[in-house]
């Protein structure tokens, strides 16, 4: 994700919500479109990739084109190994893989927030710090989780508590020295065009942190601490889920970004309007022979009113596991 006019760390900080689509942009090489393929390649190919393992995909097609979503993980452990097979046999071919909307907050705005922030939309009140509005228990627990991710609590004590959270799972994925799992590296060197959705203004939805209620934030908190204090033994285990493509096992714990993101007012609708233009964007897609991939998060794919629901909207049939 990126901001005009804003530090790279800043930007983190304020938006972490929307990481999850930021953190795929990689530079990747151009290439020819590939000619229209034949109904009996497109049996052939879908054969294929149904028999080998790897992560859940999922198709819709025409006679002459279709479009593969594949739902990526936000990390891996760095020795992580999975079969790519299935991966490489959906790009094989693609004219372009497309990647999500970022998120982004106009000069003005951004640098209000992070040096006057007069509404205090990221930054506590006066007086107050996230730990001070925890209970014994909470206010321990949060400590541990921040001394685990290798940051001092005091770190976070002035952000308001959506943004603590998020920035605490980051660390901790830091510090854990996770990577992603290569899916956008593999369409480089294949040499698939990668492109990127339109950016979304993100300034509406920042006005609307401070009237995230108490439970909401306390949830949002908690999220972060379990996921910091347990993240190499999770992740791990997510990382074998999704290669296996075990959607039952990824749905069980949702990553922190994803949690919080979900429940600041206002970020429900905003993801859904993304979804229906990005699914707009695809059926154009399939007006034009070829194929194109289509890498995001398992929770903006399978999500009510997430991107496949979307498609469906549009009145295309989505192949692919029961979601």
């Given at each position: 994700m990126t901001a005009e006019g804003l530090p790279v760390r800043a930007m983190r900080y304020a938006l972490a919500a929307a990481a999850c689509a930021g953190f795929l942009a990689q530079a990747a090489h151009a290439q020819e479109e590939p000619p229209p393929?034949?109904?009996?390649?497109?049996?052939?190919?879908?054969?294929?990739?149904?028999?080998?393992?790897?992560?859940?995909?999922?198709?819709?097609?025409?006679?002459?084109?279709?479009i593969w979503l594949i739902a990526m993980?936000?990390?891996?452990?760095?020795?992580?190994?999975?079969d790519q097979r299935r991966v490489v046999t959906a790009l094989t071919g693609a004219r372009e893989m497309v990647l999500p909307p970022g998120f982004s907050i106009g000069l003005l705005d951004g640098v209000g927030l992070m040096t006057l922030d007069?509404?205090?939309?990221?930054?506590?009140?006066?007086?107050?710090t996230v730990r001070s509005r925890m209970p014994p228990d909470l206010k321990a627990r949060w400590e541990e989780a921040a001394k685990s991710a290798g940051q001092d609590p005091a770190h976070y004590d002035k952000w308001r508590p959506v943004l603590a959270a998020m920035m605490l799972g980051g660390d901790a994925s830091k510090n854990a020295?996770?990577?992603?799992?290569?899916?956008?590296?593999?369409a480089g060197k294949m040499h698939v065009k990668i492109h990127s959705l339109a950016t979304y203004k993100a300034m509406d939805l920042v006005r609307t942190i401070p009237s995230m209620s108490e439970e909401a934030e306390r949830s949002c908190l908690t999220a972060s601490m379990d996921m910091a204090l347990s993240i190499q033994e999770d992740t791990l285990k997510l990382s074998q889920a999704w290669a296996k493509g075990d959607l039952q096992t990824l749905r069980t714990r949702r990553y922190p970004a994803v949690e919080c993101l979900a429940k600041v007012p206002g970020a429900d609708a905003l993801n859904s309007r993304a979804a229906a233009d990005w699914a707009k964007e695809l059926k154009v897609d399939l007006a034009k022979p070829g194929k194109v991939v289509v890498g995001t998060d398992l929770d903006t794919l399978t999500r009510k009113g997430?991107?496949?629901?979307?498609?469906?909207?549009?009145?295309?049939?989505?192949?692919?596991?029961g979601y």
């Open positions: 393929p034949s109904p009996a390649t497109l049996v052939e190919e879908v054969e294929v990739i149904g028999r080998l393992p790897g992560p859940a995909l999922w198709r819709v097609s025409t006679e002459t084109s279709q993980p936000p990390q891996v452990p760095q020795d992580f190994q999975w007069l509404g205090h939309l990221i930054h506590m009140p006066p007086g107050q020295k996770f990577k992603g799992a290569g899916v956008v590296a593999i997430g991107l496949l629901d979307q498609l469906k909207a549009e009145g295309l049939e989505v192949i692919g596991p």
